[in-house]
């Protein structure tokens, strides 16, 4: 259940950034999104880590703002293995890559499951 509602969550984000950032288009139906959320978040499961480890050094020095620019990079990269998703650009990535994680933030956060005293 909680990998679907993943792969949900990454839908939405992923369809929420060709809504709100210029320089980014998807072509597809509904199952191709959903798709694209299981790739994405496949790619952010297996090379995220990867990267920010590969990172580290231009992490310490810009105090973690690198890490925009490597979410940036990563969703740019997820456009070129994901047909019908474009990114124009590395600004269109790393402000799709804040679309993103506010979008992923808001359904956490209304999706938590809460603790009853």
């Known amino acids: ?5 993943s792969i949900l969550g990454n839908a939405v984000a992923l369809y929420a950034t060709t809504r709100v950032v210029p320089g980014i288009t998807f072509k597809g139906d509904v199952v191709t999104l959903l798709l694209a959320g299981a ?19 231009a992490l310490v020095l810009t105090l973690g703002l690198f890490y925009f620019v490597l979410n940036g990079l990563l969703l740019w990269g ?17 402000l799709g890559s804040l679309v993103i994680m506010v979008v992923n933030w808001v359904l956490s956060a209304l999706f938590r499951p809460r603790k009853d005293a």
Request: glycine share 12%; net charge positive.
């Open 1 to 5: 259940m909680r990998l679907l509602l």
């Open 39 to 57: 790739i994405f978040g496949l790619l952010n499961l297996v090379v995220r880590p990867l990267a920010v480890l590969l990172s580290l050094p």
């Open 78 to 94: 997820f456009s070129k293995l994901m047909p019908g998703y474009d990114v124009t650009g590395l600004g269109a990535g790393i």
